[in-house]
């Protein structure tokens, strides 16, 4: 579905909250009941968190992407060799990335078709996982849903 201009996307509500602070350590705090909350030690400074239902993503400071929590689809398994990422979003049980290069990139749970990530026309500048669903937004301020 395409719509014509930019609108507001409501974000996933999440069980536990992880932001990232100007020093790159993150906090967390809820919930924690598949370790969503313990990143890993080797975690370093990070530029974005995001907190899923039951796994949180963080982009560390050199591009890569980490995973932890409930990996019960394989939505913390990130691709071997996948390179920088810009933007990440987690989903109940799937990952969705912005990669460096402009494509998005999606894995774990596919019940309903959220990793099916279409051939898209345009640059995308932004993503984001819904619980069972993905979009983007196009730098023409479009949306893919």
């Known amino acids: ?12 509500a999440v069980l536990a909250a992880a932001p990232a602070l100007a020093d790159g350590v993150i906090t967390s705090w ?15 400074a990070v530029t974005q968190i995001t907190a899923g239902r039951f796994h949180t993503l963080a982009i560390r400071s050199d591009g890569t992407l980490a995973a932890w929590g409930w990996n ?23 990952t969705l990335a912005l990669r460096a290069d402009g494509t998005a990139a999606a894995w774990g749970d596919n019940s309903f078709g ?3 990530v279409p051939t898209i026309s345009g640059t995308v500048v932004q993503i984001s996982a819904g619980a069972n ?13």
Request: glycine share 14%; charged share 10%.
């Open 72 to 94: 019960f689809a394989g939505q913390c398994n990130v691709p071997p060799n996948f390179g920088a990422v810009l933007q990440a979003s987690a989903g109940n049980g799937h």
């Open 30 to 44: 809820g919930a924690n009941a598949y370790g969503q909350r313990v990143a890993p030690a080797d975690l370093g």
């Open 133 to 145: 669903h993905s979009g983007v937004r196009r730098a023409d301020g479009s949306l893919l849903l």
């Open 1 to 12: 579905m395409l719509f014509p201009r930019a609108v507001a996307v409501a974000l996933p």
């Open 114 to 116: 959220q990793c099916n």
